[in-house]
C-alpha cells in the first residue's frame, strides 16, 4: 500500500489538478471509477473491527492503471487481477506482523514457562539475605511478585480498616520474614495501633493509622512499579531471549503464509506475461489504409511482389518497348 508519504503526495497533486478536460477524457474517467469502485466493494475488507482503506485502494488502482495503460476489456481484467494480487500480498505482510504481535503478547502474559519465584527465593535464602524483596527486584517476574503481595495486603487493610496481624504476617511471610526494610514500618504502625504511646482518642488514632499505612503501601507501589518499567525497558537477557523467539510466526502460521504468498506471486506474473503478450500483439497489429485495405509489404528489393494470376501462374511483365518477350521451349528456341 502506498505509504503516508506517498498519499500526502497525491492528494497535494490532486488539489493542483484539474481532471480530465475533454467529453471521451471524462467519461473515460467516470468508468474507472466505476469499475475501481466495484472492484473495491469485492475485495476490501469491511467489517466492525478492521476496515481497509479504498481511497488507498483507489490511488493504487490509478497507479497501475496509469504505468500500463490497459486498452480493452481483456487487458482491463488483466490489470485489474494484478491489482487484487498487489493489494493481498500487502495483506500478507499485515498478517505476518500480526502474528509475531500476538506471539509478543503471549510471551508477555505467560513469562517463562515455569515459575521463577520459587528458585529465587530458594536462591536468596541459600545467600542468607537478609533483604529478599532488594534481590527479588533484580528481574520482572521478582517486581511482579512484589507487587502482587503489596497490593493484596492493601486491599485487606481496606477491608478491615485497619493493618491486623493476619495480614501483618502474610505480607511478612511471603518474603522469607526477610524483608527487614519492607515491613519494619508497618510494623511500627501496628504497635503504634496497640499501644497507642500518644493516649489521643482511638478514633483518631484509627484514622491516622489508616491514612499512614496507605500511604506507605501506596509509596512502595510507586517505587516497584517504576522498577518494573524500568526492568520491562530494558529486559534480563532471559526475557529478551523469550522476545526475539517470538519473532517468529508459529510454524503453522508461517506455512500458511508462505503458501499463500506463493500463490499470489503466482498470480502477479502470470497476469503480467498475458498483459505484456495482449499489448505487444496490438502495439505490431497492420493499421488498416485510408480505404480500408491492408497495405501490401515491400519484397526486399523495396518492391512489391507480384501477385500470381487465378490459375497460379504469374502474368509476364512486358519489356521496354511493350512486348512481351516469349520463353524459349525446353531445346532452348523459342515456340513460334
Known amino acids: 500500500m502506498p505509504s503516508e508519504a506517498q498519499l500526502a503526495a497525491n492528494r497535494l497533486n490532486a488539489q493542483k489538478s484539474t481532471g480530465p478536460r475533454t467529453d471521451a477524457g471524462k467519461a473515460i474517467a467516470s468508468r474507472n471509477s466505476l469499475k475501481h469502485t466495484a472492484l473495491a466493494r469485492a475485495l476490501l475488507v469491511s467489517s466492525h473491527p478492521r ?45 505476518e506482523s500480526g502474528e509475531i504481535a500476538l506471539n509478543l503478547d503471549e510471551t508477555e502474559k505467560t ?23 532488594q534481590m527479588l527486584a533484580q528481574s520482572i517476574p ?13 486491599a485487606a487493610v481496606q477491608r478491615d480498616q ?4 493476619d495480614s501483618f504476617n502474610q505480607l511478612n511471610s511471603a518474603f522469607r520474614l526477610r524483608a527487614k526494610a519492607l515491613i519494619d514500618p508497618l510494623y511500627e504502625m501496628a504497635v503504634t495501633l496497640e499501644t497507642n504511646p500518644g493516649k489521643i482518642d482511638p ?25 518494573l518499567d524500568a526492568k520491562r525497558q530494558n ?3 532471559g526475557t529478551k531471549a523469550r ?53 501490401p ?32 521451349s525446353e531445346g532452348g528456341l523459342v515456340a513460334p
Open 243 to 295: 522476545q526475539d523467539a517470538a519473532m517468529l510466526p508459529s510454524g503453522h502460521a508461517v506455512d500458511r503464509i508462505l503458501r499463500y504468498d506463493t500463490v499470489l506471486e503466482r498470480q502477479i506474473f502470470r497476469a503480467m506475461d498475458q498483459l505484456e503478450k495482449l499489448q505487444s500483439r496490438r502495439l505490431v497489429a497492420p493499421k488498416p489504409s485510408e480505404g480500408g485495405l491492408v497495405a
Open 235 to 237: 529486559p534480563d537477557l
Open 203 to 227: 478514633a483518631i488514632l484509627l484514622q491516622k493509622h489508616r491514612s499512614d499505612v496507605f500511604s506507605y503501601f501506596q509509596s512502595q507501589l510507586k517505587y516497584y512499579e517504576e522498577m
Open 297 to 328: 509489404k515491400p519484397s526486399e528489393g523495396g518492391l512489391v511482389a507480384p501477385k500470381p494470376s487465378e490459375g497460379g501462374l504469374v502474368a509476364p511483365k512486358p519489356n521496354e518497348a511493350g512486348l512481351v518477350t516469349p520463353k524459349p
Open 162 to 165: 485497619r493493618l491486623t496481624p
Open 51 to 95: 476496515q481497509e482503506s479504498s481511497p488507498e485502494f483507489k490511488i493504487l488502482c490509478d497507479e497501475y492503471y496509469a504505468a500500463l495503460d490497459p486498452v480493452g476489456p481483456l487487458e482491463e481484467m488483466l490489470v485489474d487481477s494484478l491489482v487484487s494480487a498487489v493489494w493481498r500480498r500487502d495483506r500478507v505482510r499485515h498478517a
Open 142 to 154: 521478582g517486581c511482579e511478585y512484589i507487587l502482587r503481595h503489596l497490593r493484596e495486603a492493601q
Open 111 to 133: 513469562g517463562p514457562k515455569t515459575d521463577p519465584i520459587p528458585t529465587l527465593l530458594h536462591a536468596a535464602e541459600a545467600a542468607d539475605r537478609e533483604d529478599i524483596p
